[in-house]
């Protein structure tokens, strides 16, 4: 049951970083044509579970429980995959391909980079 609580308390929490990192994106570009609060938010996320999780198995930082309200609570609910889906799904069905293609190709590269970046970066402290 206490495993249930930190999921719920790390995805509250998660979501609303995510709420807020993406409005304020979306601020400062003012009216952009494409979802880049989403792509900010999806490749911080995967550069935070890069860095963490080489942390956490190189220097055994976190126990099981704060793996568990980091990894599934709080970055499950600050990561906006599903939003991303959507977004390819919608710029694809509005017969705008290019924008379909360019946010699913910059999503998987840069994501899949943070990922990278983030567990080499843990490997320098």
């Known amino acids: 049951m206490f495993k249930l609580f930190l999921v719920g308390l790390g995805g509250f929490l998660g979501s609303i970083l995510r709420y807020v990192t993406s409005g304020f994106i979306l601020r400062i570009l003012e009216k952009p044509y494409f979802p880049y609060g989403t792509l900010v938010v999806n490749i911080l996320g995967c550069f935070l579970?890069?860095?963490?999780?080489?942390?956490?198995?190189?220097?055994?930082?976190?126990?099981?429980e704060t793996r568990t309200f980091i990894f599934i609570g709080f970055l499950?609910?600050?990561?906006?995959?599903?939003?991303?889906?959507?977004?390819?799904?919608?710029?694809?069905?509005?017969?705008?391909?290019?924008?379909?293609?360019?946010?699913?190709?910059?999503?998987?590269?840069?994501?899949?980079?943070?990922?990278?970046?983030?567990?080499s970066m843990s490997k320098l402290i």
């Open 76 to 119: 499950g609910g600050f990561t906006t995959f599903s939003t991303f889906g959507y977004e390819v799904f919608n710029f694809a069905r509005d017969g705008q391909l290019l924008s379909s293609l360019s946010n699913l190709v910059l999503h998987m590269v840069l994501g899949i980079g943070g990922v990278w970046f983030g567990y």
């Open 49 to 64: 579970i890069g860095f963490l999780s080489g942390l956490s198995e190189s220097k055994q930082l976190f126990n099981p």
